[in-house]
């Protein structure tokens, strides 16, 4: 098992480009989610994905968009990069979905610098 | 808006020393996690404490868990240089977590 990947390791935008981070699971999980890590800031949630299908907002949303493609893959989109976005994304998913249970297993991050 | 605070920010200590780490959080809970990042790596669980458990075990780990003054405390027996990380806590709501801003934890040989 693969658990959780990301790619790609590594970006650097111009300001106003687009790019989209993809991530998979191997694991089933029905939950997966979108983190940011800034230093001093500790990980915020951007958006997540409860199951397949759905998508909620988390603590910081704005300039992000997401997609559930199916189970396993859950895509974060930039449509228009600030230098405010850069930052380490981490993905992450957890099996469950409607408990309260909720061990997180994490990707091992994509480095975004937006120049 | 962060939930979960770590205390301290930063720890230093000899290898074979005890390492305790605090956190403490603001709103009811279902549970309260902790994880440990490596330099440059994804976040891995350590371990999960549910909100009626007030200690709980795992190896090296013991955690511990105080509702009422809403605060939780990670100690490392007997640490190794591998242990050197940033450790998170987490609090849970209703499928998602809130992590705190960690503490990093220097073990030196």
């Known amino acids: 098992n693969a658990g959780v990947t990301q790619t790609p390791k590594f970006q650097v935008l111009k300001t106003g480009q687009s790019m989209t981070l993809q991530c998979a699971q191997d694991?089933?999980?029905?939950?997966m989610y979108w983190y940011r890590q800034d230093p001093g800031m500790g990980l915020r949630l951007i958006y997540y994905?409860?199951?397949?299908?759905?998508?909620d907002k988390g603590e910081v949303p704005n300039g992000y968009n997401v997609s559930r493609l199916n189970k396993r893959e859950f895509s974060l989109r930039l449509e228009s990069a600030a230098p405010s976005q850069t930052s380490v994304y981490f993905c992450?998913?957890?099996?469950?979905?409607?408990?309260?249970?909720?061990?997180?297993?994490f990707g091992p991050g994509t480095r975004l610098t937006v120049l | 808006s962060q939930q979960g605070e770590e205390d301290p920010q930063a720890l230093s200590i000899q290898e074979g020393e005890n390492a305790t780490m605090n956190c403490s959080y603001k709103?009811?809970?279902?549970?309260l996690q902790w994880y440990r990042q490596n330099s440059g790596r994804g976040l891995v669980h350590l371990i999960l404490?549910?909100?009626?458990?007030r200690e709980k075990h795992s190896g090296r780990l013991r955690v511990t868990l105080d509702t009422s003054k809403k605060s939780s405390s990670l100690l490392i027996t007997a640490s190794r240089a591998a242990d050197t990380a940033s450790y998170f806590c987490?609090?849970?709501?209703?499928?998602?977590?809130?992590f705190g801003t960690g503490t990093r934890l220097l073990v030196s040989p």
């Open positions: 992450a998913s957890s099996e469950a979905q409607h408990t309260y249970y909720n061990e997180q297993f």
């Open positions: 694991m089933n999980h029905n939950s």
């Open positions: 994905s409860a199951s397949e299908g759905t998508t």
């Open positions: 709103t009811s809970i279902n549970n």
């Open positions: 404490i549910r909100s009626n458990e």
């Open positions: 987490a609090t849970n709501g209703f499928q998602k977590l809130v």
